[in-house]
């Protein structure tokens, strides 16, 4: 017993020193953690932003029967899209494919599903920006621009 005691004795300092770095060391780690999800939440609003003002854009152009075409429209789509792909959560993306595959397939832009698959891109992407939300997808109907010019 007493050759582990001094055993410790001979670390004490050493066991202190430790104790004082992780004392500082992990504040620090959680503190960086926080501003890092700030940092992405900033980043995930201004995606979805501009995907929405990109949106909303072209389908006025085309309620107005102006063209959408054009190499910097075509940019500014693409790259709309390319921020969803980096800051979109999982749910936001899903959604989108949906949309995008009905649409593909010949679904009719403006029918009921289509309308209700945009909802459904809205919530995710609400869901993502604010977290758990008792908002349904009928509720948040009259933001959407298909439904409301």
């Known amino acids: 017993m007493d050759t582990l005691i001094n055993y410790l004795l001979q670390f004490k300092e ?6 004082a770095v992780f004392g500082v060391v992990i504040p620090y780690l959680n503190q960086r ?15 979805y932003s501009e995907y929405l003002r990109d949106f909303t854009e ?9 063209e959408v075409d054009g190499k910097d429209a ?8 390319n921020q969803i792909l980096l800051y979109g959560s999982d749910d936001v993306i899903k959604a989108y494919d949906k949309w995008v595959i009905f649409t593909d397939n ?3 832009a403006g029918s009921d ?3 209700a698959l945009f909802g ?8 993502d920006i604010v977290g758990a939300t008792k908002v349904t997808v009928n509720e948040i109907s009259n933001l959407n621009p298909f439904n409301r010019g």
């Open 113 to 115: 599903e289509d309308v």
């Open 33 to 47: 953690n926080k501003e890092y999800k700030l940092k992405l939440a900033e980043q995930k609003i201004a995606a």
């Open 14 to 19: 050493i066991l202190v020193a430790l104790i």
């Open 106 to 108: 010949g679904g009719k």
């Open 120 to 127: 459904s891109l809205l919530l995710k992407i609400r869901e």
């Open 58 to 66: 072209t389908t006025v152009l085309i309620e107005h029967g102006e």
């Open 74 to 81: 075509d940019r500014q789509r693409i790259q709309a899209r």
